[in-house]
């Protein structure tokens, strides 16, 4: 059964990074583009990018370029998204999500992300 | 590209209908066949329920259908069910694996 499963919560000071890991399972991990998305609080959510993990292909939002990167591990079918210069604004739930098809048809459950002083 | 429009929040009672809208532009709705809705329960992983405008992924009820109209597109939830009540997210693909998301629509049974 596929599944996707994400790390915990974390809690960073202003102008910190932030890694984010997707474990995948159940599928042939490098076979899928994987997409990160973000939800902030009361907003819809906002596409980040997506890595070809048999590639190594990236792509990013604009707004997130130069701080934001992806990486994947197909060793461990494990995918990770770094966010830096972290703002309050950054403070949300990402989520890592399995493409097929011109849609994301698995999702992780979601990582909150807060930043505080 | 900016967010998809969709009501805040759409009402009813068991066993009606709700609609849920979702407006873009010609470069997102109105120019792709890939749209897709995504149900959301708190503290639960988003789940598609249509793509492709209208196919329902196996084992999503054939309560929920979709439809589209030049730079609208619509989700309907027939005989609304109490499990029913979440979020819902309209999602638009731009073209090199990019989307565009709306900014959701709380469903609320009465």
């Known amino acids: 059964q596929e599944q996707v499963v994400q790390s915990g919560a974390e809690v960073k000071t202003p102008g910190a990074s932030v890694t984010v890991s997707c474990k995948a399972s159940?599928?042939?991990?490098?076979?899928?583009?994987h997409q990160w998305v973000r939800q902030a609080p009361g907003q819809g959510p906002e596409w980040m990018g997506w890595?070809?993990?048999?590639?190594?292909?990236?792509e990013y939002a604009q707004r997130f370029q130069g701080r934001v990167t992806t990486t994947t591990d197909t060793s461990i079918t494990t995918a990770y998204m770094e966010l830096s210069r972290l703002t309050s604004d950054d403070t949300a739930i990402y989520y890592c999500?399995?493409?097929?098809?011109?849609?994301?048809?698995?999702w992780g459950q979601g990582s909150l992300v807060t930043v505080s002083s | 590209q900016s967010a998809l429009t969709q009501p805040r929040s759409v009402s009813g009672s068991p066993g009606q209908s709700v609609t849920i809208s979702c407006t873009g532009s010609?470069?997102?709705?109105?120019?792709?066949?890939?749209l897709s809705w995504y149900q959301r329960h708190p503290g639960k992983a988003p789940k598609v329920i249509i793509y492709?405008?209208?196919k329902r992924p196996s084992g999503v009820p054939d309560r929920f259908s979709g439809s589209k109209s030049g730079n609208t597109a619509s989700l309907t939830i027939s005989g609304l069910r109490a499990e029913d009540e979440a979020d819902y997210y309209c999602?638009?693909?731009?073209?090199?694996?990019?989307?565009?998301f709306g900014i959701g629509t709380e469903v609320t049974v009465l």
């Open positions: 999500a399995r493409d097929r098809d011109f849609h994301l048809d698995f």
């Open positions: 492709d405008v209208n």
């Open positions: 999602c638009s693909y731009a073209g090199s694996h990019n989307y565009v």
């Open positions: 890595i070809n993990p048999k590639s190594g292909d990236t």
């Open positions: 159940g599928y042939t991990f490098a076979d899928y583009i």
């Open positions: 010609s470069s997102d709705v109105g120019g792709s066949d890939h």
